[in-house]
DNA sequence: CTTAAAAAATGAATTCATTCAATCTTTTTT
DNA sequence: AAAAAAGATTGAATGAATTCATTTTTTAAG
């Protein structure tokens, strides 16, 4: 069995993890504050910091939880991927975007992204930004599978060309969570035609 | 002749800038205090904000005058590029990055990219994408020249391109700056690597 | 079962960015 | 040139994140 001390210290952070998740849904990032987290988590502001090393670190664990999932739901795509290069990578992407925005907002997501740069050295930067890489090797993978297919060309280097469209997607994504306006649809349709000319020139002919 | 007022608002905001430009590089931008900031330039903390929105936002206007060097030493390769599209995108990707480190550290970039994902409606967030986007369409207008040169096929869409090899040299250059064991070298090679399939596949034959 | 050592929790104190009502300076009007 | 209006400056007050010396709780040792 598994002693007190460690029983107490697992409660506590799901108690503070749940506690800033849903304050975060509720009133935002900045509005959120570690006397407010602490208060519905029922331990004391100090004790928050033996569990999180900051604001932000709070804020990536949620973040990452999410990145999870997407990357989840991607490897359905990898495994059973559209027979054309754009068609795989439309579908991935979508995955990507689509999910994204179920619980975040774009507020929280530039929040995430803003920590993740400013602060790589905390546990969950750290976490988020390991995620992140393997995203992007997630969609390598899914050339590579078309590769095998025959759908893409066999003197294609694999890695370099997904690492570029992840790269690309990546950045669009910022865009988009930078400005407000700017819908999903928006947002697919640029990274759409930004793919094309290399997606069209990596395909077996 | 100017009035009195316009004459030293003008004298105000450059010792403003040039204490936070000195500031930030000699203790960074973390340890760099307002009151230090408002000290150095003989100005009340108060009259700090009635120049600048926040502290994020001196840091993006002097990161800003730093990219509109980029983009002046940028324009030289545009004009009279290599012949190949491998040395023309090396060429000005090489600009870009080595001119980036000269004033700048790595942790102050991390920090001004981040504010500018943050914060994106403020004044010098707003200036500092604009001029984002400059770069983003002066590597356009390189594969565009090319196009003219005959040097890439006809028929690519130099601006899909374009944005492709940006966005992959700049999702590229914030992962240089969040490693701080990454070289400049290095960032060169990887980036080189990704880039050199599409560069290849747009050649015309 | 007591006691000593180790690990965690606590909240008051500190540190800074930011605000704002009061004051001062420049410009415009009469 | 005096008075009124407009524009700027000022620094003390506010508010929130983070720190850290103390206290409390849990575990291990005798």
């Given at each position: 069995m598994t002693g007190l001390r460690a029983r107490q210290k697992a409660d506590r952070n799901r108690r503070i993890l749940d506690a800033a998740a849903a304050l975060f849904r509720d009133v935002g990032y900045d509005s959120a504050r570690i006397e407010d987290i602490a208060e519905r988590a029922e331990i004391s502001v100090g004790t928050f910091y033996n569990y999180y090393e900051n604001k932000g670190d709070i804020l990536l664990a949620t973040v990452s939880m999410e990145v999870e999932e997407v990357l989840a739901a991607g490897r359905a795509i990898v495994e059973t991927p559209p027979a054309s290069v754009m068609g795989a990578l439309d579908a991935l992407i979508g995955v990507y975007y689509d999910h994204s925005l179920y619980y975040l907002s774009k507020e929280m997501w530039r929040t995430a992204m803003a920590i993740a740069i400013q602060q790589p050295e905390s546990p969950f930067s750290k976490r988020y930004t390991e995620l992140d890489g393997r995203l992007c090797e997630q969609v390598s993978t899914l050339i590579l599978k078309l590769k095998g297919k025959g759908?893409?060309?066999?003197?294609?280097?694999a890695e370099a060309v997904g690492e570029m469209f992840f790269n690309n997607l990546n950045t669009m994504f910022t865009e988009f969570a930078k400005?407000?306006?700017?819908?999903l649809d928006d947002l697919k349709a640029r990274v759409s035609r930004q793919n094309r000319p290399l997606a069209t020139l990596i395909a077996a002919r």
């Open positions: 759908v893409v060309a066999i003197d294609i280097d400005r407000e306006p700017m819908t």
